[in-house]
Structures are given as C-alpha cells and as structure tokens.
DNA sequence: TTTGGTATGTTGGTATTCCATAATACCGAA
DNA sequence: TTCGGTATTATGGAATACCAACATACCAAA
C-alpha cells in the first residue's frame, strides 16, 4: 500500500492468452496424473481437447518441455516425462538446499506483517489439510512457501522451486494424501513457521531440512516399487 | 563404460530441428551482447533474419522466455530480459548452493577416470583463456562444470545452473575478459580440481564459493554504475 | 498545450497446405 | 511359415495467408 499506488487502479490486464490457458491446462492435466509418464501428447488430439489451433498447442508444449515436465524425442513427439527416483532425489535434494537458504534469510529478515501473513498461510493450510482435497492442500502449501521465498527476496529461487514442484507433483499428490503425512505435514510447516517468526534462522533451515527429508522418504518408498 | 552399453550403439538422431537451431542463434545473439536487454524482438525482422518461418520464431521465443533470456508482455511482444544488480546477485547464490553442493558430492565419490577429466578439462580451459577468446573461455569453462555435475550424479541441478549461466552471460563475457580475471579465474579452477583430485569435499566446497564470491564481486561492480 | 481521432505496425490466434519420416499393415516369394 | 519388400497412414516440422485486437505514433483542431 506504498509504492503500489499507480498500479493500483491500472486495469487488470486480462494475463490470459490463450496459450497460457493451454499451459495451465495441460500442465494442470499432468500434476493430477490425467496424464501418465510416458503417454504420448499428439498435437491434433489436444488440439481437439483444448479447442485451439495447432501452434498455441505447439507453443504451450515447448513451454512444458522447458519446465521438464514434457519431454520431445526428435521424431517421436512429444511425450509426458517419467520420473524415476534417481531424479526425484535430485529434485529433493535441490530443494532442500534452496528451501532451508531461503526459510534462513527470511528468518533474518522478515518483519511482523511477513509473520502475519505467514501465519495466515499457515492456518490457511492448516484448514485446506483438514477438508482432504488434494489441489487445495497443494495450493496453499504453494502458498505457504511464496510467502517464505518472495518475503526473502528470493524470486529466482521460487521460480526454480515452482518449477521442481511441477515435476515431482504427482508424488507430492500421493504423499500429501497418505495419513502419516497429513499430520507430519503441518506440523513440520508450524516448526518452520514458528522459527521465523522467533528471528531463529538456523532452526528454520533445520525443520525446512526435516520436513524434506520426510517427504523425500516417503517419495522414496512410492517410486522404489513402482519404477 | 558401464552403465552406458545400451545407448552406446544407439543410432545418434541429429538433433537439428530448425527450431532448436533458431533456439541456439537467438540464444548466442543475446548471450553475445548482440541484442541488448530490453531491446525488441520483433517476430517478423526475425522471420527475415532468421530466414524461418513465424511459427519456428514463436516457437523459439517460449523457450527463450521459459529459460529467463526474454520477457514477454501480453500484448507487446517479446523483449530481451534485462538484469538488473538484485537478480544478477540472486543468480549467483543459487549458483554458490548448486555448484558447491556438486563439488563436494564429486570429490567424495570421483575415481581416477573423474579425476583424468577434470585435470583435462582444466588444462583445455588454459589453453583457452591463454587465447583470450571470450566463446572459447566460456565453452571451456562450462566444460569443466558439466564434468563435476554429471560425475556428482547432479544432472538436474546441471539443467539449472546452465539455464541461470544463459541469464548472467552477458556479465561473464565482461567478467572474464577482465584481466585479473583472466589469472584469477583459472586459479580458482585449479584449486577446484586439485580438492576434488585430493577427494577433499570441504576444500571443494570452499574453493567453489571463493570463486563464485569473485565472480560475484567483479559483476556487481560492473552491474552497480550501469543500471 | 491539450484533446481527439486516425494510420500504421505488431502480436495473438486460426486455417490450410505441403513435406518428410516412422510405424504399421500388407503381400508375394522362397 | 517366414522373410523381404512395398503401400498406407499417422504424425510432426514447416510455411503461408489471413483476421481481429491492441499499441503506438502522429496529426489536426480547439
């Protein structure tokens, strides 16, 4: 409510090309396993699907290959990428590296309108894990972490974030629903969020650490029997 | 030579798609300082300089877009990305957690093989910079990286930092010409590889922030007077 | 100088067409 | 029956022409 006051009544410029509607379907169609790793994506089938013509399909499709989430076999076309779990622990291990960095710096310096509105994440959260629904829980554990990154001044980073979350969030659909998780889950969020707002950096990067550990073990045990 | 049987008589696709070629050039002007940021990308004048189509141009510029080098407003096209201090200094931490984290995972578990490549690498980096040709320095350079990353088993994290070096380039071409640079630079490689020669996780890790610190250093410099 | 309107350029999007190739089906001969 | 070759089809790669919506610059009048 400071330095927003010219945008502030600027239109909202409907940010709804049709492309990005396409990425977000297809990519929305991927996260909740309509579609399996390894499906092929034939462009004049999704064309019908989506209702658009055949280069907003190509342009959303390069868009997804630059997320990872689809992969082009040169003649082949495109496919939905699999994951295996030597990929998967990657992408767990990089988020804990940027994760705990960012949980730290926004413990150093966040103020207490950041712990307000992490708190309201939190409870937000909270609330999305007790109706079971698994695209809301997701949401607001995305949230959730917005708030961490984007208050530490860290956007590249939560781009890269956002981006890794994509890639493993069919397994983040599976590990959100089962029990343990459900109770697991917030209460590791509650740690980190409580840590922040004690100003204690090294325990913040500590539970963030844990709460991955967690979910990349979980992770672990579904992709170990399931290749 | 082990785990690589399979793929060893695979029949190598040629990779040359039109797309990926105007990928490459449009990505190499950019990267070049050739089309400087904040400049217009105009899909026709490309059409014509490119001599491709529109929809190879469109194509090309989403994936230019997902990988941070251009900017796209709804209804004003696509402009090249500029950098400012704060994302420049952004990028480079999250190249210090990258690239230390694969440095010490590579001393700990390089072997004799790792090490003759790395000592290669090295020794064509020399060379390179010996020349003063900034595409060489650089090619050479993202070789050796690319040994630590694929021999640490960090391939997604490789896709990461390969896709944020793009975004900096334009301040590694300065960076490295500048000649204490030029001496400092291959310094700190060496120390790098000697560590992980040495299987020294911790001085790995340590020589890889004191270079990037460096690298750091000289961008902000560069970055602080020319907003 | 400001206001209002106009002209032009550019993007977003669509439709249509052609070509090259991979996969598949098919078919005849040994 | 099996092998080798051929026809067909499905699909991606690419080019082109077209339209509507919007942005920008420019120009004219008050």
């Excluded at 994506?41 to 209702?51: A, I, K, P, S």
């Excluded at 979910?215 to 290749?227: K, N, R, V, W």
Aim: charged letters at 30%.
């Amino acid at each position: 409510m400071d330095q927003t006051h010219d945008t502030d009544l600027r239109i909202e410029h409907s940010p709804t090309t049709l492309r990005e509607l396409a990425v977000e379907r297809l990519r929305n169609a991927i996260i909740s396993a309509r579609f399996n790793g390894g499906d092929r994506l034939v462009e004049r089938t999704l064309c019908d699907q989506l209702g658009v013509s055949r280069s907003v399909v190509r342009e959303a499709i390069r868009v997804l290959e630059a997320e990872g989430l689809v992969e082009t076999m040169p003649r082949s076309g495109p496919v939905v990428a699999a994951l295996d779990w030597p990929r998967a622990r990657q992408i767990y291990d990089i988020r804990r590296l940027l994760e705990a960095d960012a949980a730290a710096a926004c413990a150093r310096k966040a103020d207490a309108r950041v712990h307000a509105r992490l708190q309201a994440a939190l409870a937000a959260l909270e609330v999305a894990v007790g109706e079971g629904v698994a695209s809301r829980t997701r949401d607001t554990t995305t949230a959730f972490y917005e708030v961490i990154f984007t208050s530490a001044g860290h956007d590249i980073a939560w781009e890269i974030v956002k981006r890794l979350n994509g890639r493993i969030s069919r397994l983040r659909a599976l590990t959100l629903a089962s029990t343990n998780r459900r109770i697991a889950g917030p209460v590791h969020m509650a740690r980190i969020c409580e840590a922040i707002c004690r100003s204690d950096p090294r325990a913040a990067e500590q539970a963030v650490r844990d709460h991955l550990d967690d979910a990349a073990e979980i992770a672990h045990s579904l992709l170990i029997e399931t290749p």
